[in-house]
């Protein structure tokens, strides 16, 4: 699992460890593992070409020690300072010893130059600012960024891509964009949600001996979702391992049914039980002949996809909510439920929202809020975070990064996934397979958390290598994303 950690707490806990160990140990523990980093993306260290782009703090300090290593071991290294009074000294003063260069933001010809070093540059190294900035990058900052993104070298930022919100992930300007990261002690949440996952490509985490609390946002991997995973029993019958009820799908989308009872069959519930329109019954049985149709006992509902707004659907939508089981909703099902407000859930013993950007502005209209689709976009942390206060429920935030964020502060980003999920009926999917699991007894987080990992993973094997996939190919993979799940050894 990739747990990460606010500014505050990660200061705190370096603070911690500062006071224990002698001066200077801990940043050096942090430049020994981004230079051995540096030197394993570099065909070669010797005769290398290094520039360092260097603000001021702890975060160019860092670069400069770093950068001191690679000089010892035969790299040109240039120093672009572009705060040369407020330059890390004991960084300064060690590349200089080591054979490094250093150009001052104050010189001249220094953009000139800058620009031409990093053209010719094997490897540019980030450390203008560090967790601590707020804010897009300043002249000349903002250029050199884009001279770096130019290059033909690889990009590597210092704990964190300058310009990039921290705690966030939000961009707010200018930039940079690195193809690798280097971060130090524990993962920073602006790393793994976008727009900041963006721009930071690849991480690399250092073990630096901090011991953080509690994190304040978390990652999972194979093993912890196989952890996660029902696993039924010798002697389960179908009824004991879940059935979820589908109130999905209407005669003008009869589709949305098809592909939500079609992953759902893949979810791990034992079976499960269409309720809608007898016409989309027949169409649902023709794809899938072992759903049963009509109302009946459920553990679970999975209710909005093509369900249309209409008075039926409204209909349809509050006996659901009356059902005392929990209960995931998405698409058309948002709509109805922004109209009625958070109160319409207080019966409901738990509940997964899905929406995408534009349904979460609907979801804050029913809380009275105007909110824009590019304010969500821009801080998905915190808008799924006020949902799931506000609603009461596990938001699962569908986008670029799937944010996950339950009622009680808890937050979890989604890490598989590919842009070819971007695709008509991908949501019908995700919400057949999240609604199964969360009629197998996992709770409504669980069941969010594991049901994206599930779809991002089967929606990168369906489009594997690289080729366009339709709704119908993501949940035929599921089976294939849980036998690599299964697999991972959990």
Known sequence: MREAHSVEQVRAAEAALMAVLPEGTLMQRAAAGLAATCAGLLTRVYGSRVVLLIGSGDNGGDALYAGARLARRGARVDALLLSPERTHAGGLSALRNAGGRTHSAAASDFLTKAQNLIAAADLVMDGIVGIGGRGSLRAPADLLA????????????????????????????????????????????????????????????????????????????????????????????????????????????????????????????????????????DTVLGAHPEVMVGAGRVQAYAVGSGLDTGEEARERFTAVLGEGVPVLVDADGLTLLAELGPKSLETVPGAVLTPHAGEAVRLFGGLGERVTRDQV??????????????????????????????????????????????????????????????????????????????????????????????????????????????????
């Open 146 to 281: 884009e001279a770096a993104e130019a290059s033909r070298a690889v990009v590597v930022a210092v704990d964190l891509p300058s310009g990039v919100d921290a705690d966030t992930g939000v961009v707010p300007g200018a930039a940079v964009r690195a193809d690798v990261t280097v971060t130090f002690g524990t993962h920073k949440p602006g790393l793994l949600v976008d727009p900041g996952a963006g721009h930071a490509g690849v991480v690399e985490l250092v073990d630096i001996g901090l011991e953080p609390p509690a994190p304040v946002l978390r990652a999972a991997q194979h093993a912890d979702v196989a952890r996660l995973l029902p696993h039924p029993m010798r002697e389960t019958d179908k009824y004991a391992r879940g059935v979820l009820g589908l109130v999905v799908g209407s005669e003008r989308y009869p589709g949305a049914a098809v592909l939500a009872v079609g992953a759902a069959l893949r979810g791990g519930a034992g079976a499960l039980r269409y309720v809608g329109p007898r016409a989309v019954g």
């Open 377 to 490: 976009e821009a801080e998905r942390i915190r808008h799924a975070t006020r949902l799931a206060a506000a609603y009461r429920a596990t938001v699962l935030l569908k986008g670029g990064t799937t944010v996950i964020a339950d009622p009680r502060g808890e937050v979890w980003v989604n890490p598989t996934g590919t842009p070819y999920l971007a695709t008509a009926g991908s949501g019908d999917v995700l919400t057949g397979l999240t609604g199964a699991l969360l009629a197998t007894g996992r709770t409504p987080t669980e069941a969010a958390v594991c049901g994206a990992y599930l779809h991002g993973l089967a929606g990168h094997l369906a489009s594997a290598p690289g080729t366009p996939c339709g709704a119908n190919d993501v949940a035929a993979a599921l089976t294939a994303a849980w036998r690599a799940v299964r697999g991972s050894g959990a």
